[in-house]
């Protein structure tokens, strides 16, 4: 395999593009909010029985005549609205009275997204916003509002065809965008921030002499909560621990990624530069770099985000490892795919629904079952034996959990199986698996030290494997799971050619195992 | 994947010495089986010295706690794993499995060897055992053979150094 610099150009449109439009519809999204006054007028309509007084009808009139006005604006500045791609730059003229135009060169193009609120889901169209390199404040934002979903797909994809062409060429990869604290909530320091700080007072306390349960407000404050309403106090202490954390978890993102920068400072060197009071900077060299992982653990998931680390040898044991491969912190995804194909220098389409060969269909059994037996089943009988001996409530505890939470493990399950999956792309193997944390591995495959087959007995007789690919690196080595056998030696076979040949044998004819 | 799924790992060639049976039993009587049994005699007793009423309970509670898992694991586990352990050398990868409830393979091409060390336990010592651990650069991809004999592991060392130098690599 050799290494492929720049992706293919895609070809030139003609030289001057035509302009286009912004969807009919949109007038259609503008009339909405009609919606609510017609709403009330018809049900005044229906609780007096179909007659109007007067008053209604000069409601209706006064409604009648707004949307005549707006909509006639509306139509105006539709016809006064468009945009189009030459090869170099995005146009976009506007304005009834003052006429403006905007153009965005596209190599400063950095993220497209879209953006539909329901009433754009409603009529089938979207708002595109157009994202620039340097500025994170909105100044070097432009946004269409609104087109179809196909035009918007279609637009979005011209734009980052260029983008990405460009991205080679352009030594920042990346910045921090305010916005992206969003995400911090969505980490484990949400909970986990809260109980730590508890625990590191509660140890503080300890040390100085002093017990906490001891002081007089701590206690009065428990026993007001013992007695007080559980079903409202319970609530509201997981909202307070949950904005407390939300708090702690945004100061955390802030103190780690404040001035957050990812640049290519020259060909060969990745430096990450980040912190607020810790200011860290880590350069990492491109022969020390064995891919990428793109971490989306279920919540960050849940909220559209993901974050990127680095696989490269020269980091440090496994826990400096951690703290220093960090490429992008949790951020939107489609900022997490760029900056992925960025540092691989590859196009974004590797990592953004790559084309993935599926595990064989014992694995998703093997997940249902691994939950059931070592997250639910567990807590069912324990309570089914206390409500046995003790009382008949647990009992009914137990059946329930039992009824609602298989339903969510084999929701997981099903999750976990259809991300499960690995490939091969150019010089580099991905694999992808998890269900909590849901990581993609993108690694070179000339990075491979070597190959571990393992399997476990309920595995063996089901006919899968756990292949782990050893690599240089902070972890040592990354594991795809429940393969086919047959599947497992073909892709190392494939991915690093030589190293298995001489101990491998065709499979006899006849029934297998 | 475009290859055709009609190839498999074959087991590798080598097997090792047959007194690593006898090693591996000694390893687990050592730990855990022989403490696993010397707890549930003591208790045993005890309780026949002191709680005889508790017996009857106690006895088969040891019994499937302590007793026949450790003998279990010190009549099935060595040769069991004497089944699945072997090794082979192969022009361009060393080979090793191990393991026996859960199993390995491991291969590791020898342009990625860095070092080769030989170590033996002091229970080994006494069987004339060793095993080869040939490094990597990353901890996931050290093959391991054990329970070699003296000479194989001497012998297995010097080729895989040997074979190293020939096969070109960096090693990283």
């Known amino acids: 395999m050799t290494a492929t610099p720049l992706p293919p150009q895609p070809p030139v449109p003609t030289a001057e593009p035509a302009w286009r439009r912004l969807d009919p519809r949109t007038l259609a999204v503008h009339a909405a909010w009609l919606a609510a006054p017609l709403a009330s007028t018809g049900l005044t309509a ?95 934002e432009l946004s269409l509002e609104a087109l179809s979903r196909a035009a918007a797909g279609q637009l979005r994809a011209e734009l980052l065809r260029r983008a990405e062409a460009a991205t080679a060429h352009e030594p920042t990869l990346s910045t921090l965008d305010t916005r992206w604290l969003r995400y911090a909530p969505l980490t484990f320091w949400v909970f986990g921030g809260v109980f730590t700080v508890a625990g590191a007072a509660y140890r503080f306390l300890d040390d100085l002499g002093i017990e906490p349960w001891r002081i007089g407000p701590v206690r009065a404050a428990f026993t007001a909560f013992g007695a007080s309403a559980l079903w409202i106090t319970i609530p509201l202490a997981l909202l307070a621990i949950t904005v407390l954390g939300s708090i702690g978890a945004v100061v955390v993102y802030a103190e780690n990624w404040w001035r957050y920068r990812l640049e290519w400072t020259d060909p060969h060197t990745l430096r990450v530069r980040r912190g607020l009071l810790t200011t860290r900077s880590v350069s990492i060299a491109d022969n020390q770099l064995r891919g990428v992982v793109l971490r989306e653990p279920l919540l960050l ?58 595990h064989p269909r014992v694995a998703l059994r093997r997940r249902v079952v691994r939950g059931m037996v070592f997250a639910v089943l567990p807590a069912v009988l324990v309570l089914a034996v206390l409500g046995a001996l003790f009382t008949t409530v647990l009992v009914h505890c137990a059946w329930v959990l039992l009824v609602l939470s298989t339903p969510v493990v084999v929701w997981l399950a099903r999750d976990a199986y259809r991300h499960l999956g690995h490939g091969l792309h150019g010089r580099y193997l991905l694999a992808r698996s998890g269900v909590f944390s849901r990581d993609t591995v993108v690694l070179r495959r000339d990075g491979v030290l070597a190959w571990t087959f393992s399997s476990s007995p309920t595995g063996r007789r089901a006919g899968v494997v756990t292949l782990t690919a050893a690599v240089t690196a902070g972890e040592p080595g990354y594991r795809i799971p429940d393969l086919a056998e047959d599947q497992s030696v073909a892709f190392a076979h494939a991915a690093v050619p030589g190293v298995l040949a001489e101990f491998l044998e065709p499979v006899p004819p006849g029934p297998t195992r | 994947m475009t290859q055709p799924h009609n190839l498999r790992l074959r087991p590798p060639r080598q097997r090792i010495d047959p007194r690593a049976r006898r090693w591996w039993t000694v390893q687990a009587l050592v730990l855990p089986a022989g403490p696993m049994l010397l707890v549930a005699i003591a208790l045993g007793v005890l309780s026949l010295l002191f709680f005889p009423g508790a017996l009857p309970w106690l006895g088969p509670l040891l019994l499937v706690v302590l007793v026949l898992p450790a003998l279990a694991y010190l009549l099935v586990m060595p040769t069991w794993r004497y089944r699945v352990h072997a090794w082979e050398l192969g022009e361009l990868a060393v080979y090793a499995a191990s393991g026996w409830f859960w199993q390995r393979r491991r291969i590791a091409p020898l342009s990625r060897v860095q070092t080769v060390d030989t170590v033996r336990g002091p229970i080994q010592q006494a069987f004339g055992l060793a095993t080869v651990i040939v490094t990597t650069a990353s901890t996931a991809g050290d093959v391991k053979i054990a329970g070699l004999s003296d000479a194989d592991a001497e012998e297995l060392a010097s080729r895989i150094g040997a074979a190293a130098q020939h096969v070109p690599g960096d090693a990283t």
């Open chain 1, 46 to 140: 229906l609780a007096t029985g179909g007659r109007l007084d007067t008053r209604t009808w000069i409601t209706l009139g006064a409604i009648a005549s707004a949307f005549a006005v707006l909509t006639l604006i509306g139509l105006v500045r539709w016809t006064r609205t468009s945009y189009r791609v030459t090869t170099s730059v995005i146009e976009v003229r506007s304005g009834v009275l003052t006429r403006s135009s905007r153009s965005i060169p596209l190599h400063r193009v950095r993220n497209v997204d879209l953006t539909a609120n329901p009433v754009h889901r409603l009529f089938g169209v979207t708002v595109l916003r157009i994202g620039t390199a340097g500025t994170a404040d909105g100044r070097g």
């Open chain 1, 301 to 358: 998931r849940a909220g559209g985000g993901a974050s990127v680390r680095a696989v490269a040898g020269g980091l440090g044991d496994e826990e400096e490892n951690r703290r220093r491969s960090a490429l992008l912190p949790p951020a939107p995804r489609a900022e997490a795919l760029r900056v992925a194909a960025g540092v691989l220098r590859e196009p974004e389409a590797l990592l953004d629904r790559p084309r993935l060969v599926a």
